[in-house]
């Protein structure tokens, strides 16, 4: 059973959220007046079907997109209302990113992608290589610093993107289908390793369709509809 190490204190809440498309002649209500918290050290898995609205929240939580009414504190702060330059600030260094598709870049070597979000956000490059030396090392890819994406497993690329996601120590992991390019035993591999950041004090916000995989989490979202249908908190 997942070890519940959430704080109590909201890392995130938001309020009457909504989000809405227009496709032509036609709208589309991606997210209808969404109330939701999530617990500092957290671990949340947001889960529903295609055009549920579940992909459209981690947009917004990630800053990725704004909502198109309501209100999205992050950290006490109502990141909804800032303007590009502070959302891209809040972005850089409050929220790591973990995506399906990896995401790194192919020319770079492991410390090269792990230092990317240090260098937007300023920090001195002997500073960052520490840190994603460090970093490396955690992810158990000490002796792989040099290689280059297309030189990794699956399960390689995807601690290298989870070393980059904590470059910044950002308050909350967003992962969006992290095991979904993964064979099941590397998914658990990687499973491991967030539940451990978790249990470590990090807040982590998963979508998944998986039911298996939403078993690492200790509380599971279910959207329908643009709305949350189901939350359930599972006991540790």
């Known amino acids: 059973m997942p070890t519940d190490t959430s704080t109590g204190t909201p890392v995130v809440r938001i309020v009457g959220v909504t989000k809405v498309y227009s496709m032509g002649e036609e709208t589309v209500n991606a997210l209808a007046g969404v109330d939701l918290e999530i617990e500092e050290g957290d671990f949340v898995a947001i889960m529903g079907p295609s055009g549920s609205g579940k992909s459209t929240l981690l947009n917004v939580l990630g800053c990725l997109d704004r909502p198109t009414s309501g209100s999205y504190f992050l950290g006490g702060v109502d990141v909804a209302q800032m303007d590009d330059n502070s959302i891209s600030a809040i972005r850089s260094r409050r929220i790591g990113f973990i995506f399906q598709s990896f995401n790194l870049i192919p020319s770079h070597s492991v410390l090269e992608n792990i230092e990317v979000p240090m260098f937007y956000a300023g920090t001195p490059p002997e500073s960052a290589r520490k840190r994603a030396q460090e970093l490396a090392s955690l992810v158990q890819l000490g002796n792989r610093t040099g290689h280059r994406p297309t030189q990794l497993s699956g399960g390689q690329q995807q601690r290298v993107a989870i070393a980059r996601a904590l470059a910044n120590d ?17 998914g658990v591999e990687i499973m491991k390793f967030l539940t451990k950041l978790n249990e470590e004090g990090r807040t982590v916000i998963m979508v998944t369709h998986e039911d298996d995989i939403s078993a690492w989490a200790k509380r599971v979202i279910r959207f329908r509809d643009g709305k949350i249908y189901e939350d359930v908190r599972r006991k540790s």
């Open 170 to 186: 950002p308050m909350i992991l967003l992962c969006d289908e992290p095991t979904g390019n993964l064979d099941s035993v590397t």
